[in-house]
């Protein structure tokens, strides 16, 4: 069975800092990765998408990056956090090719708080 | 601009009620609705996938798609206090390469023991 994991679970950072956040996933082979952000008391935003290696398409222009190294790999960036970061970062993966049944499945999550 | 709306709540219902979450969405393209359920500080799990018109039932879930009005609903039957939670609606439409997510800013369901 397919699993997703995200790391780290929690994260403070200070404003201006750098930020690093992985998402890996196992039991399946390219699939489509996503970086999406929750705020407080909000709906999920989506930020980044990526269907292969080295392939990523942005949704929301900001100070986050994304790079997809390996197969199964996808991590979010940032030189210099700012106050708007903080929020609820989740990674999901999905098929890709299902058609009207592409279903998107979470990981469990990173909260960052940005002081 | 695809916009998925949904009634913020709180909705709160009696244990061993019917709970009737609703969603609009704006975009005709849109062909296939998911409704995921996230309990407060983790992550959305899914409940289950609609993307032809009438109903479609799992368990004690039933989807209802009305692509006319623009419209999906979400019921929950002998609503249970684990039900508590909030339910986002999604819309699934192609974007490039990829099929993308339009989530909804969620209902929150609150069941009564």
């Known amino acids: 069975s397919q699993t997703i994991h995200q790391w780290p679970a929690t994260l403070v950072q200070p404003v201006g800092s750098p930020l690093s956040l992985e998402c890996t996933v196992e039991?399946?082979?390219?699939?489509?990765l996503y970086w999406y952000r929750q705020a407080a008391g909000r709906g999920l935003q989506l930020l980044f998408y990526?269907?292969?290696?080295?392939?990523i398409s942005s949704e929301v222009p900001q100070n986050l990056s994304a790079s997809r190294p390996q197969d199964r790999q996808f991590i979010l960036s940032s030189k210099k956090l700012l106050l708007s970061d903080s929020g609820f970062y989740l990674c999901?993966?999905?098929?890709?090719?299902?058609?009207?049944?592409?279903?998107?499945?979470f990981g469990p999550g990173t909260r960052l708080t940005v002081l | 601009q695809k916009e998925v709306e949904q009634n913020s709540g709180p909705l709160s219902v009696p244990e061993g009620a019917i709970a009737s979450l609703n969603c609009t969405y704006s975009?005709?393209?849109?062909?296939?609705f998911f409704w995921y359920r996230q309990y407060s500080g983790k992550s959305p799990e899914l409940i289950m996938f609609?993307?032809?018109?009438g109903d479609k039932e799992d368990g004690r879930f039933t989807a209802q798609l009305n692509k006319a009005s623009q419209y999906v609903s979400l019921l929950i039957r002998d609503s249970q206090p684990s039900d508590s939670a909030t339910y986002l609606c999604?819309?699934?439409?192609?974007?490039?390469?990829?099929?993308?997510?339009?989530f909804g800013s969620g209902t929150q369901l609150t069941v009564l023991p």
């Open positions: 999604a819309a699934l439409f192609s974007s490039g390469s990829a099929r993308q997510l339009t």
């Open positions: 999901a993966w999905s098929v890709g090719l299902a058609g009207l049944t592409d279903t998107q499945y």
């Open positions: 990526s269907v292969g290696i080295g392939q």
């Open positions: 039991g399946t082979s390219n699939p489509n």
């Open positions: 609609i993307y032809s018109n």
């Open positions: 975009d005709r393209g849109s062909q296939s």
